[in-house]
């Protein structure tokens, strides 16, 4: 058993209940921790980190567990970072925040909007995801069509680097070699560059075309002109450093925003429409297909019609009222040339609320669904160049109609990136084969299309193992130098990003009935998290020990 680390001032369990109730996420793997540790502040994490790196124990940062990839989920011991919540005062001035890894996105941006101000990168669970996650998985989410992912908006991270050094790094500084973490990634990145050639970082470190990526490290990001370390550093999943806090670049709030809601009788058409929407400034452009609106009407008439092969929405905005609807009048016109059956508009608060709410239904249905059919996310974050997204999405469908498994097809249209949940009947012999056959298909299609299968969600321990069907030699050996240049004593949440011998996507799945079953009452905690979802609902401190 592992022990108490000394000088850690913070909850440290290694009964089984308490690490059932970290044995999961919001994906779909399961692996219960040998430990969970929980930090008191930001000042207990370097006792931590330089216990693990003398013991060789791993350590698994984790902010709410709602990563989809499995990246805080595994077998050493995970840290709560869900105590580091102080937000600092908004500088209105220079348009930053400073907060702790724990805080919420949804903190974060009421905070700024108190002061006239918003943090613009939204994910879908953005009510309930954590700054660290954000900035650990390089998320995204609707509005990054405009905005971007989480990469630009960090100013600084502070970080805990393998021998317990704590500090600060931020883009208006060199980069602290006096580190010696620092040191060796500032080494490893020189030796890239030497092996490489400065040219070929351009082409061989990144999926040209795409317009998000989470999977691998940020070596030409970091490489460019202007580039820094804090480029390689957001996006890494806990396995160059640990994030205890995070300063945040902010944006003023919108003047005015206006949806429209396109229906289309073509794939083809709505993503044609997606691809340009941009050009008319569109901050979000949201694909729901076939698949995603037949599960919706299971609950209801969705006023869509029966015949419509996709739907598209877009939102745009403005500093006014006037420039908000003069951006939505042309969206508008983009829509129907692009041969839109139907084209409806919001401009009120009340009737665009409306309207976003047929993408958010799905998620309610498909986990009432179980338990013959399970919402499994394993091929649910793949992104293409624009215009190989139609080919993605009906690629997509023969993989699922060919194991003839049903699924649900969404996504950011705009950024040609697609979420896709297969619905797997775990009661059907053979469905591990299918789940298997699905995932091969999907990352040969993948590949054969120069897409990532990380856009937002990072790579985890989910696509760990799938790095060299999508990657090249090159750019995974690039990948192992930094790892092994910031953590050479492999503590820093290994098998996430960089897969061990032997390791595969799916170790353990929390959807599998031969799956040997938490304690009863971890699995009740679990299930209201789920439900309700709202991750880390619950303090550890107030569950007995088991």
């Not at 840290?79 to 805080?103: F, K, P, Q, Y």
């Not at 991270?157 to 060199?174: L, N």
């Not at 937002?456 to 790892?483: I, Q």
Request: proline share 6%; charged share 25%.
């Amino acid at each position: 058993m592992i022990e108490s680390p000394p000088d850690f001032r913070g909850v440290f369990r290694t009964d089984l209940l308490a690490r059932a109730l970290y044995a999961e996420g919001a994906g779909i793997a399961r692996c219960v921790p040998a430990a969970v540790a929980v930090p008191a502040d930001v000042d207990d994490v370097p006792a931590l980190m330089r216990w693990s790196k003398r013991e060789g124990v791993a350590l698994m940062p984790r902010g709410s567990g709602s990563g989809m990839a499995g990246g805080a989920v595994g077998p050493g011991v995970i840290v709560d970072l869900s105590r580091l919540r102080e937000v600092g005062r908004v500088d209105v001035d220079g348009r930053r925040i400073r907060v702790g890894t724990g805080v919420t996105r949804g903190e974060v941006d009421a905070a700024a909007r108190r002061e006239g101000l918003r943090f613009p990168v939204d994910p879908s669970s953005g009510a309930f995801c954590t700054i660290g996650g954000m900035v650990g998985a390089n998320a995204a989410g609707a509005r990054s069509l405009k905005f971007g992912a989480t990469r630009p908006w960090v100013h600084g991270v502070r970080c805990v680097f393998d021998d317990g050094t704590d500090v600060w790094i931020r883009r208006d500084a060199s980069w602290p070699v006096g580190v010696p973490a620092v040191r060796r990634l500032a080494d490893a990145m020189a030796q890239i560059v030497a092996q490489l050639g400065r040219e070929i970082p351009e082409h061989a470190l990144v999926h040209g075309g795409v317009r998000k990526e989470s999977s691998g490290y940020a070596i030409a990001e970091a490489l460019r002109a202007h580039g820094h370390l804090v480029d390689l550093l957001v996006g890494s999943e806990g396995t160059l450093a640990i994030f205890t806090e995070v300063e945040l670049s902010l944006l003023p709030v919108a003047g005015a925003t206006a949806t429209i809601l396109a229906i289309f009788d073509s794939l083809e058409a709505a993503t044609a429409c997606a691809v340009e929407a941009r050009i008319d400034g569109a901050t979000a452009c949201e694909l729901l297909d076939r698949t995603f609106l037949d599960v919706a009407a299971t609950d209801g008439p969705t006023g869509i019609p029966r015949h419509a092969e996709a739907v598209l929405l877009m939102e745009v905005e403005g500093e006014s009222a006037t420039a908000a609807l003069h951006a939505m009048t042309q969206l508008e016109a983009r829509a129907t040339r692009h041969g839109a059956s139907e084209v409806h508009t919001a401009v009120e608060a009340e009737e665009e609320h409306r309207i976003w709410a047929l993408r958010h239904s799905a998620s309610p249905i498909l986990s009432r669904l179980a338990p013959r059919l399970r919402s499994m996310q394993f091929i649910e974050d793949g992104c293409v160049p624009p215009d190989r997204f139609p080919d993605y999405v009906r690629g997509v469908r023969r993989a699922l109609d060919h194991f003839d498994m049903p699924g649900v097809i969404f996504g950011h249209a705009g950024d040609a990136h697609a979420h896709v949940n297969p619905l797997v009947d775990v009661t059907r012999n053979g469905w591990q084969d299918r789940v298997y056959g699905i995932l091969d298909r999907v990352c040969e299609l993948t590949a054969a299309l120069g897409g990532t299968l990380a856009g937002e969600h990072g790579d985890g321990r989910l696509r760990a193992p799938l790095m060299d069907r999508v990657w090249g030699l090159e750019a995974r050996a690039a990948f192992a130098h930094v790892k092994d240049a910031a953590d050479p004593s492999g503590v820093l949440n290994p098998g996430c990003k960089i897969a061990r011998d032997g390791d595969l996507p799916f170790a353990g799945l929390r959807h599998d009935p031969a799956a040997e079953p938490l304690p009863a009452a971890a699995r009740a905690v679990l299930d209201d998290i789920e439900r309700s979802r709202s991750w880390n609902r619950y303090r550890l401190d107030g569950i007995p020990e088991s």
